[in-house]
């Protein structure tokens, strides 16, 4: 059911990162996109959704990976669309199978590209369809 106030307050954006409880303080102390696995979706970086359910079972997934004596978690991040607005975004708002430029976007990052533009540099923020 949605419940709404009837006005916009441009309240701050919910994220969610799923990890292991390992991991937990060091992300929460600082976030480093260097330690991150360069060959995914939108190449290098700290990636987050709005899904909760999408980020428990991405730490569902990394746990089971690890397999070691770890659990899965779920980091709640509440981010200022402010200071969203101020990066350099790029957005994609349909992932569908003929959504060509997604995909050739989500297949140059995986392929290990350096940058997101043909002169290598990044976007600071890449946002693709929820799933």
């Given amino acids: 059911m949605l419940v709404t106030t009837g006005r916009w307050r441009n309240q701050p954006l919910r ?19 260097y330690r991150s696995r360069p060959k995914v979706d939108f190449g290098s970086g700290f990636y987050t959704t709005t899904v909760l359910r999408q ?37 994609f708002v349909r992932a569908n199978l003929d959504a060509d430029d997604f995909w ?19 976007y600071d923020v890449v946002v693709g369809p929820s799933r």
Avoid: K, N
């Avoid at 730490?59 to 350099?88: H, K, M, N, T, Y």
């Avoid at 050739?104 to 990044?122: I, K, L, N, Q, Y």
């Fill in 15 to 33: 994220l969610y990162h799923g990890t292991i409880d390992r991991h937990v303080t060091s992300i929460l102390a600082s976030v480093d996109i």
């Fill in 55 to 91: 980020a428990r079972a991405w730490a569902g997934q990394l746990a089971e990976q690890i397999a070691d004596d770890v659990q899965p978690a779920v980091i709640q991040f509440d981010v200022s669309r402010e200071a969203l607005a101020a990066l350099d975004t790029l957005w």
């Fill in 104 to 122: 050739e976007f989500v297949m140059h990052c995986r392929g290990g590209a350096v940058g997101h533009r043909p002169d290598a540099s990044w």
